[in-house]
């Protein structure tokens, strides 16, 4: 092998990982921000008030689920005819601002979750979806990690 073969492969090889380089960094760009929510703080579930027993059951899974993992308990869970509080974890259609805030990122159908202005938001198209975004969230989010501070990644799935 040449010296100038060497040198051309080298090259190329510099090239092609800095071109890896910037596609990761293009693909963590697009993702949303991360949130951060303190459990601690006296967080409350608000519900979409059409939620049928089946779904409120889910709900209060999802709750029994945040309770063990950060070792806080959650205060009563609430529909979302409820007056707004400012530690809340918003699931389905709530009419507040943060939840129709993080729906407009959903193209078609599909399900959304973040951190809006401190709440946290759950939110589907309908509510499969937004059942979808419950089991979710949990399996990939809900791990116990710094306390009772839970750090959220914005994710939106779309058709």
């Known amino acids: 092998m040449t010296k100038t073969t060497r040198i051309l492969r080298s ?8 071109c890896l380089l910037c596609s990761v960094a293009l693909l963590f760009t697009s993702c949303g921000g991360t949130g951060k929510v303190d459990l601690s703080a006296g967080y409350r ?5 059409g939620f049928n027993a089946t779904l409120v059951a889910c709900v209060k899974d999802f709750e029994q689920q945040v309770n063990g993992t950060f070792g806080v308990t959650l205060d009563k869970s609430a529909t979302s005819d409820s007056e707004a509080v400012a530690s809340e974890i918003l699931v389905g259609e709530t009419g507040r601002p943060e939840t129709e805030a993080l729906k407009k990122k959903i193209k078609g159908d599909g399900y959304a979750y ?7 938001v759950i939110v589907g198209t309908s509510k499969l979806y937004t059942l979808m ?6 399996a990939t989010q809900l791990t116990a990690g710094n ?7 914005e994710t939106v799935c779309s058709e």
């Open 133 to 138: 975004a419950l089991e979710d969230f949990a």
């Open 11 to 18: 090259s190329l090889s510099l090239l092609l990982c800095l």
């Open 147 to 153: 306390g009772t501070t839970l750090e959220v990644r």
């Open 45 to 49: 579930v608000v519900y979409e008030k």
């Open 114 to 120: 973040g951190v809006q202005k401190g709440k946290l």
